[in-house]
């Protein structure tokens, strides 16, 4: 094997590439991550290192994807005649793997709006806030993935043949695809936490707005009531023996004209 070549294969960096080495051909494809306990946009770095007549997968996390190809090509061994079978294989599951994680993520994104709509069950603003992390992670990721299988595409090599290369391309188209889908998918949660800031702004105001009403209601029966409590003489009715009843229907009079009066002016 080309040290060159190993080393690379080998290197931290997890960025898709696809380089040529003589005749080895190094692919770094990031898989989905479908462990539990992981995040959807914490993405696995896969590599393919393919030689003449042999394949050599690494990872440093378990990949369902190759793990899927694998038991494939163990149970059907004539489905894959050579390396850029397994190439073509491998790349197609990794882009079925991803495609699953972004309909899960879309399915999120129909229950916020779902929840939202309703009257009573708005999402959290917090985890709208996290799934749209998990689309700008993930577009980070596959936007140099979606070049790496444009270029694995167009360009000739020993390994791939007229037909791999029309497969590849439109694995290439798929990567397009879904790299739009999670584009519109960011932009959506962005929409759904403008939505949901709005919702809160109008909670809030009509809130105020209540307690406005009835600020403008009771200030004057307050004013009233303050000034009849003062202790000095010449109160009305201090001793009318109904004074007090008096008092309180001049008070429930008035709060009631000032509530007409709010509603004809429509602020009620």
Not at 57 to 79: C, G, L, N
Not at 141 to 148: F, G, N
Not at 157 to 166: A, F, P, R, V
Not at 192 to 199: G, P, Q, T
């Amino acid at each position: 094997m080309d040290p060159v070549a190993a080393e690379a294969a080998l290197d931290d960096t997890v960025r898709p590439r696809v380089t040529q080495f003589g005749d080895a051909l190094l692919v770094v494809l990031r898989a989905a991550n479908l462990e539990k306990g992981e995040e959807p946009e914490d993405l696995v770095s896969l590599r393919l290192l393919a030689l003449p007549g042999c394949l050599v997968t690494m990872r440093r996390t378990r990949v369902r994807s190759a793990e899927d190809v694998r038991i494939k090509a163990m149970e059907h061994p004539a489905a894959f005649k050579d390396v850029a079978d397994l190439i073509v294989a491998l790349t197609a599951r990794v882009q079925d793997r991803l495609q699953e994680l972004l309909e899960e993520l879309g399915d999120r994104l129909d229950d916020f709006e779902d929840r939202i709509a309703a009257p009573d069950d708005s999402p959290e603003r917090s985890d709208i806030a996290g799934l749209r992390r998990s689309m700008i992670a993930l577009r980070k990721s596959l936007m140099p993935q979606r070049d790496a299988l444009a270029r694995l595409a167009s360009e000739a090599h020993l390994l791939l043949g007229k037909k791999h290369e029309k497969m590849l391309r439109e694995e290439a188209q798929r990567a397009a695809r879904l790299l739009d889908d999670v584009e519109s998918s960011r932009e959506r949660s962005l929409v759904l936490m403008e939505e949901l800031a709005v919702e809160s702004t109008e909670q809030l105001n009509r809130r105020i707005y209540f307690f406005t009403v009835l600020t403008a209601i009771f200030l004057p029966l307050t004013f009233i009531a303050g000034a009849l409590g003062m202790n000095v003489g010449g109160i009305p009715f201090a001793d009318h023996p109904s004074g007090f009843l008096a008092v309180l229907g001049v008070l429930g009079l008035l709060g009631i004209g000032i509530w007409l009066w709010l509603r004809r002016q429509q602020w009620v």
